[in-house]
């Protein structure tokens, strides 16, 4: 039985996409944020297709995450940017149903209303615009119109 992955497995498999897991080779594999993805999401190849929805100190709990993500339909990466942040990126066209979901997830991680993130740092202010969670929950955040 044949790997799962593109047509070309018997030549060089380099590793999996970080998008859907699938194994590529040499010939078929893109980066996007240093990551491997596979040629069937060659539109998100460039980085500016995506857009960030979290921040976390660790990677404990992005599995869950992207599974509830994915239940979505929702396609997602996660970028390492160095020892203290993990990122989790969506496609741009995505960010606010990706937004919504998280926000609603049951957890009891932050979410900034402005930046549209949801952040597990160390940092008590969003690390993107540094609203702390009373700031935030002074304005209207308009998904909720429709949750």
Same mark, same amino acid.
Do not use: N
């Given at each position: 039985?044949?790997?799962?992955?593109?047509?070309?497995?018997?030549?060089?498999?380099?590793?999996?996409?970080?998008?859907?897991?699938?194994?590529?080779?040499?010939?078929?594999?893109?980066?996007? =944020?240093?990551?491997?993805?596979?040629?069937?999401?060659?539109?998100?190849?460039?980085?500016?297709?995506?857009?960030? #929805?979290?921040?976390?100190?660790?990677?404990?709990?992005?599995?869950?995450?992207? =599974?509830?993500?994915?239940?979505?339909?929702?396609?997602?990466? #996660?970028? !390492?940017?160095?020892?203290?942040? #993990?990122?989790?990126?969506?496609?741009?066209?995505?960010?606010?149903?990706?937004?919504? %979901?998280?926000? #609603?997830?049951?957890? !009891?991680?932050?979410?900034?209303?402005?930046?549209?993130?949801?952040?597990?740092?160390?940092?008590?202010?969003?690390?993107?615009?540094?609203?702390?969670?009373?700031? %935030?929950?002074?304005?209207?955040?308009?998904?909720?119109?429709?949750?």
């Amino acid at each position: 039985m044949k790997e799962e992955g593109c047509e070309h497995l018997d030549d060089s498999p380099i590793g999996k996409c970080a998008i859907c897991g699938k194994t590529v080779c040499s010939e078929c594999y893109r980066t996007v =944020f240093s990551e491997t993805i596979c040629d069937e999401h060659e539109a998100l190849e460039e980085e500016s297709a995506w857009e960030l #929805v979290g921040l976390y100190a660790d990677t404990g709990t992005l599995d869950e995450k992207r =599974f509830e993500l994915e239940e979505q339909g929702i396609a997602s990466i #996660v970028v !390492e940017e160095d020892e203290d942040a #993990v990122e989790l990126y969506v496609p741009a066209e995505d960010k606010d149903d990706a937004y919504a %979901m998280l926000k #609603v997830s049951g957890d !009891e991680t932050p979410v900034c209303t402005e930046c549209k993130i949801q952040y597990a740092t160390d940092s008590e202010t969003c690390p993107i615009c540094g609203k702390t969670p009373a700031d %935030m929950d002074e304005e209207a955040d308009p998904i909720e119109e429709y949750d």
